[in-house]
């Protein structure tokens, strides 16, 4: 009998692909993922049933049409150590339709794409099992919550390759840096012009992706983007913010998004042009609170927002 494979002897590595499609290589000293909440599903894809009459019962059995990979997990969202310096969640917001702007010891920006978007591959080493991703294109989550790790919520989808033997590479994760509770001291929130006592915001790239496979065609696309969001805060005096008529009219403005004390190991997303959705009420420790949803529309086009690391 084999030994267990245990479920924390998982290495995942990310690398942005030259040519979509094609192995890109990543190495366990310059491209590993440091990681939670890993979902992974190893074949995913459409069955067709073999509906053939035949004099007696019995399951006909079905054919798989499409074949896929899909992994989802969690990454910190922090920034990095210098001023300049490129994140290790890089590879995954470049293949979730973003570009990248390095300005040498100031900071790093991602903005959204439509055209010339990246993939990645990925390898997922599990004990003595290697499962390569290839073509992987994906939609990111962001979660920041008060009194929580603010996280990326990653969900790739891929071409399928079979798994092979192979021996569990080790990991550098230095390009990851310890993260900072969402808190006052550490995190920051503007809406329209506004600083709010916000304990729940969460933040959808809002990418669509799409296996497709087609004669001649096996490959991942993300097809639309609308970027959306939600916020929690604590109600304000009409005289400050009537939020309710805002929403009402539709009303447009920015947000800005800071988390990290520091000059560096910061995180911003920056929107210039937030529509507000239709908010309800609620209760946090006896206080009234508001929850509204939010739109990131674009101004020119591709500039819904920004994430800024520093």
């Known amino acids: 009998m084999s030994d267990p494979i245990f479920i924390n002897q998982t290495v995942i590595l990310a690398k942005v692909e030259t040519v979509k499609g094609t192995d890109s290589t990543p190495t366990a000293a310059a491209n590993a993922l440091l990681i939670s909440d890993v979902t992974f599903t190893p074949l995913e894809g459409e069955e067709v049933e073999r509906n053939n009459i035949r004099p007696f019962f019995g399951d006909g059995g079905s054919t798989m049409v499409t074949q896929y990979v899909k992994l989802a997990f969690s ?4 920034g990095v150590a210098a001023a300049g310096d490129v994140p290790g969640y890089e590879p995954l917001l470049r293949a979730a339709g973003a570009s990248v702007t390095v300005t040498a010891g100031t900071d790093v920006r991602f903005a959204p794409v439509t055209q010339g978007q990246e993939s990645v591959t990925v390898y997922i080493a599990v004990g003595p099992n290697l499962q390569k991703i290839t073509a992987g294109m994906l939609n990111v989550k962001l979660s920041a919550a008060a009194k929580s790790i603010p996280k990326l919520q990653v969900e790739i989808t891929g071409t399928y390759k079979a798994a092979t033997a192979g021996a569990l590479p080790g990991a550098l994760y230095t390009k990851f840096q310890d993260p900072f509770g969402v808190n006052k001291a550490n995190t920051t929130l503007d809406l329209h012009g506004v600083p709010v006592a916000a304990s729940g915001f969460e933040f959808d790239f809002g990418n669509v992706v799409i296996k497709r496979d087609l004669i001649n065609v096996d490959s991942v696309a993300i097809t639309d983007r609308k970027s959306k969001g939600s916020v929690t805060f604590d109600n304000t005096p009409v005289a400050v913010k009537n939020w309710v008529e805002q929403a009402r009219l539709g009303a447009r403005g920015p947000l800005h998004l800071k ?13 210039p042009n937030v529509q507000l959705g239709k908010p309800t009420f609620g209760e946090l420790d006896g206080v009234q609170t508001i929850t509204t949803p939010l739109r990131f529309i674009p101004v020119f086009g591709n500039d819904e927002w920004e994430i800024v690391v520093r």
């Open 259 to 271: 988390h990290g004390p520091g000059a560096t190991n910061v995180v911003e997303l920056i929107a």
């Open 75 to 78: 990454i910190e969202y922090a």
